[in-house]
């Protein structure tokens, strides 16, 4: 079976006074993998638990290539999913897990037996077919579980947070294990998280939600240095925010005039949107116009930490290089090395 | 020279201090039951002159003490049987549909009717289908009488019909916690992976299930095994069960030869009580595994 | 949000309440008919109640179960709570210790405990307690083994401990209150285990109030069943309404 595209169309769902979605669109090309990112509560997992069908919709669409499933029930959707914890049936050995999509799809026992040891060593898991899930630690059962919802070739696959009960060591090595199996197999994916590392490293474009919204979907480039909304802007990285005046479309920041860059409604005080690497920090002969307050050293760059003389808190990210000079309490001077700006209201 | 009875001292010492927390625990739990257990079970193999016997327990297996152990194993296992099954289903609709008050309010009953049973619930089942009970009497009007029959509450089915009414509740008690340990993930994976309702139940639900349902029915077998208050509440010494005549032996309204007949029938009960209630308390454990 | 109706569950309650209610009701009936006077009355439930000893009885179980419960917290709390912050070698024999009083029938157990004990023993009432102690100890360790399970009990003590306070200070007012969810659960397993026991009381030939209620069956078989229908349906809705009134704490237990 090869993969297909998914598409929602003006999807909605509400919980009591709870709006979860709300007219939700989304389009993942074959072969693509979108993660969705935002915060806890935003809606992510009721999108999945739509494209699966385990969840009802109350109006829209969901289509996989041209044929709308908004109907099918969700044991005919073939769709793999994979939970955030939990999932593997305890009754049933790891291959017998592994193997339970394509039992319900009548294959035979040698043969489904045959792709659960395929997908097992996908999963680099060769040896632990004969074994019950609860002899496995977290990394492994998500790997399994993973072998499961890939081993009836499903025509998109579905992760809910997979790698948020992990730890962070493991988490790494997994989410770039999904990555290369995903390009591998080329199955159309939708990876919810709500950890922005995790969605900017290993996805095709990542769709940004805040209240059952899609902000802005993107590739992780773009989301970075393009945010369109405030909330995107400041969900995906660090960023500084730093109180300013905004007069004639220009922001006066430590001394430099910006242009702002986004033209919205905001005039008077508005705060300026500056990432950590576009601010320079430079030991002062006099006062200056910030003081250090911490400098966490980071390999080849350092995080510098200031606070200015009006008190605001400011982040900057330089090569580390002679950056041992700015102990804390040293007077510094902050520059910013770019000349557009985003601004939000204050 | 002084060296090695003192550190041998000092050894006894730390082993002692390592148990001493236990101890007052360990010495009650000792004297008032392993001692007695202990002293019953020796006690079983005397005579009445204090020699070594195999004696009680011949009796034990003759009548009417054999027909004792049978009436109530009959009647642990059907007043088990009968209630086993609708009690695992209403357990499972409460414990997935019901609000959290119905199901707690529900097994605060159950604890009540499961446990302050007894007598009270034999003096309740006299008022409502002794023979001029309010429910006889309702049944009579309707056109069914109870009493045509051989019927009576002091008989092996009267006596089956007020054990259903606490071990239907003890089973949804007992049940219940295995209920709750299926997690919602396994329906929606199933679900996902192309299970159909039906095919969830026979490859995840059931199998998940079945251990805790044969555990909680050799639960409730032992309790209806070793129930003493209600039917000896109801009968009059007509019908054999081991309980009772264990307690007419000690009583000694029944004349016996062998003094020390009752201890041997009491350790026979010990020894089938635990044919039920170690295998429940293993496979209890178990599940556990999975029941996080 | 809609409530829609769950006819699987209405089906089951339904069923419930027909098994549990239509037998209580109609010995309600029973119990409230005035044969003398002909009609209804609450005079069996009245002479119960007027009997001196109703409440002599009632007294006297409560206070053994009183007991029961402070020998069940005194010996049990200390030791549990040392068996998981030990990792001692004696845990897997005392967890096994504590379920075998499921495995004896009350019945042998009151037969053992006849011949057991020694004069002082036997002619105390008090001996009653520690043998309800025995019978109730499986629910009361696993309630208290549950309870200390699920908490950090180990930084607690040591914190406890590191600021001076003593063994008894840190389980009295900081272990017991952090677990007391399982504490109550101990106390009110132990509690109404004791309240109600029977067979054990009525064959070491000792009176509490379940014995009491077959000595009146005797004379007066109206009163007992009147006795009966109180020690039911008093706990039976005591209970049921503590249960509604108090708030949810497990509502947001699972999602
Ligand atoms: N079954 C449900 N019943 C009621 N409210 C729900 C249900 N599922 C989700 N919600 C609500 O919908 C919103 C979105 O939830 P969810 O999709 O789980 O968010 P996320 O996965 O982004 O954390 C939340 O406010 C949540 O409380
Ligand atoms: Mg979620």
């Known amino acids: 079976m090869t993969s297909k595209d998914l598409t929602l169309t003006n999807v909605s769902r509400r919980f009591g006074t709870v709006t979860a979605l709300d007219n939700f669109n989304l389009h993942v090309g074959v072969g693509e993998l979108v993660a969705l990112l935002g915060p806890s509560g935003c809606g992510k997992t009721t999108a999945l638990r739509i494209i699966a069908g385990l969840e009802s919709l109350d109006s829209g669409k969901v289509a996989v290539g041209e044929k709308d499933i908004s109907k099918v029930p969700a044991h005919k959707r073939n769709m793999g999913m994979v939970f955030q914890a939990y999932s593997l049936f305890p009754n049933l050995t790891v291959e017998e897990n592994v193997a339970f999509g394509l039992q319900m799809r009548k294959v035979a026992k040698h043969s489904r037996l045959k792709r659960s040891q395929e997908l097992l060593e996908l999963v680099g898991l060769p040896s632990h077919a004969k074994r019950f899930t609860h002899q496995l630690s977290g990394g492994q059962q998500q790997r399994v579980a993973l072998a499961r919802a890939l081993a009836f070739s499903p025509e998109i696959l579905l992760l809910d947070e997979p790698l948020s009960a992990l730890d962070a060591q493991v988490r790494v090595n997994l989410r770039e294990e999904i990555r290369r199996l995903q390009i591998s197999l080329g199955t159309t994916t939708v990876f919810v998280t709500h950890d922005q590392e995790e969605a900017m490293s290993i996805s095709d474009r990542v769709g940004v939600m805040s209240n059952g919204v899609l902000e802005q979907i993107d590739t992780p480039d773009v989301l970075y240095n393009e945010p369109a909304t405030a909330f995107v802007a400041n969900f995906v990285g660090v960023m500084n925010r730093i109180p300013a005046n905004l007069a004639d479309g220009k922001v006066n920041i430590f001394g430099k005039n910006l242009v702002a860059s986004k033209k919205g409604s905001e005039t008077g005080k508005i705060v300026a949107l500056l990432r950590p690497e576009t601010i320079l920090v430079k030991k002062s002969e006099n006062q200056g116009n910030a003081k250090v307050l911490t400098r966490s050293f980071l390999g080849a760059s350092s995080a510098i930490i200031c606070q200015t003389h009006e008190g605001t808190i400011v982040q900057s990210l330089m090569a580390s290089l002679n950056t041992g000079e700015f102990q804390p309490g040293t007077s510094v001077d902050l520059e910013v090395t770019v000349n557009e700006v985003m601004v939000a209201n204050g | 020279?002084?060296?090695?009875?003192?550190?041998?001292?000092?050894?006894?010492?730390?082993?002692?201090?390592?148990?001493?927390?236990?101890?007052?625990?360990?010495?009650?739990?000792?004297?008032?039951?392993?001692?007695?257990?202990?002293?019953?079970?020796?006690?079983?193999?005397?005579?009445?002159?204090?020699?070594?016997?195999?004696?009680?327990?011949?009796?034990?297996?003759?009548?009417?003490?054999?027909?004792?152990?049978?009436?109530?194993?009959?009647?642990?296992?059907?007043?088990?049987?009968?209630?086993?099954?609708?009690?695992?289903?209403?357990?499972?609709?409460?414990?997935?549909?019901?609000?959290?008050?119905?199901?707690?309010?529900?097994?605060?009953?159950?604890?009540?009717?499961?446990?302050?049973?007894?007598?009270?619930?034999?003096?309740?089942?006299?008022?409502?289908?002794?023979?001029?009970?309010?429910?006889?009497?309702?049944?009579?009007?309707?056109?069914?009488?109870?009493?045509?029959?051989?019927?009576?509450?002091?008989?092996?089915?009267?006596?089956?019909?007020?054990?259903?009414?606490?071990?239907?509740?003890?089973?949804?008690?007992?049940?219940?916690?295995?209920?709750?340990?299926?997690?919602?993930?396994?329906?929606?994976?199933?679900?996902?992976?192309?299970?159909?309702?039906?095919?969830?139940?026979?490859?995840?639900?059931?199998?998940?299930?079945?251990?805790?349902?044969?555990?909680?029915?050799?639960?409730?077998?032992?309790?209806?095994?070793?129930?003493?208050?209600?039917?000896?509440?109801?009968?009059?010494?007509?019908?054999?069960?081991?309980?009772?005549?264990?307690?007419?032996?000690?009583?000694?309204?029944?004349?016996?030869a062998q003094l020390n007949l009752g201890k041997s029938l009491s350790v026979v009960m010990i020894l089938i009580s635990a044919i039920a209630v170690i295998p429940y308390l293993i496979i209890q454990r178990k599940a556990a595994r999975w029941q996080r | 949000m809609k409530k829609r109706l769950d006819l699987p569950l209405l089906t089951t309650l339904g069923a419930l309440s027909f098994f549990v209610f239509v037998p209580m009701l109609s010995a309600f009936e029973y119990s409230i008919r005035t044969p003398l006077e002909g009609g209804y009355g609450l005079t069996h439930y009245k002479w119960a109640v007027d009997n001196e000893d109703f409440f002599h009885y009632i007294l006297r179980s409560g206070w053994l179960s009183a007991l029961t419960v402070l020998i069940t917290l005194i010996i049990l709390v200390p030791t549990v709570t040392w068996l998981h912050l030990s990792d001692s070698k004696l845990r897997p024999l005392i967890d096994a210790l504590s379920l075998l009083p499921l495995v004896i029938p009350v019945v042998a157990f009151a037969v053992g405990a006849q011949i057991s004990f020694p004069e002082f023993v036997q002619n105390t009432v008090l001996e009653l307690p520690f043998l309800y102690f025995v019978l109730a100890l499986p629910y009361a360790y696993r309630a208290l083994d549950i309870g200390l399970n699920s908490i950090p009990l180990k930084t607690i003590t040591e914190a406890a401990r590191s600021t001076g306070a003593s063994w008894v200070r840190t389980i009295i007012s900081v272990i017991i209150p952090v677990i007391r969810g399982a504490v109550m659960a101990t106390v009110a397993l132990t509690f109404a285990l004791s309240i109600g026991e029977y067979t054990l009381t009525v064959l070491l030939h000792w009176d509490t109030f379940p014995t009491w209620v077959t000595y009146v069956a005797q004379e007066n078989i109206l009163g007992a069943i009147a006795i009966s229908m109180m020690s039911l349906v008093i706990p039976f809705v005591l209970l049921t309404s503590i249960t509604l009134l108090t708030p949810d704490r497990s509502a947001q237990r699972r999602k």
């Open chain 2, 1 to 256: 020279m002084e060296g090695a009875p003192l550190e041998r001292s000092a050894f006894r010492f730390f082993k002692f201090k390592s148990v001493l927390p236990a101890l007052p625990f360990l010495i009650i739990f000792s004297f008032f039951f392993i001692y007695p257990i202990s002293k019953l079970i020796y006690v079983s193999f005397m005579s009445n002159e204090n020699n070594f016997t195999f004696g009680n327990y011949q009796t034990a297996f003759t009548e009417p003490y054999s027909t004792g152990f049978i009436n109530s194993i009959k009647i642990a296992f059907f007043s088990a049987l009968i209630t086993a099954f609708p009690g695992a289903i209403a357990a499972y609709f409460i414990e997935t549909r019901g609000p959290s008050k119905v199901r707690r309010s529900l097994a605060m009953m159950g604890g009540v009717l499961a446990n302050t049973g007894g007598v009270p619930l034999a003096f309740m089942f006299t008022a409502a289908i002794g023979m001029q009970g309010t429910l006889t009497k309702v049944l009579k009007y309707f056109g069914f009488d109870i009493y045509a029959g051989t019927f009576s509450l002091g008989t092996f089915t009267g006596i089956l019909i007020v054990y259903l009414y606490f071990q239907l509740p003890l089973m949804i008690i007992v049940f219940s916690p295995a209920i709750t340990s299926l997690r919602r993930e396994w329906v929606e994976a199933a679900r996902n992976l192309g299970a159909s309702q039906l095919n969830y139940w026979l490859r995840v639900g059931l199998p998940l299930l079945f251990p805790s349902f044969i555990a909680s029915f050799l639960l409730l077998f032992a309790s209806g095994f070793s129930a003493y208050a209600t039917a000896n509440a109801l009968t009059v010494g007509n019908v054999p069960l081991t309980p009772l005549q264990i307690g007419g032996l000690l009583d000694g309204n029944v004349s016996a």
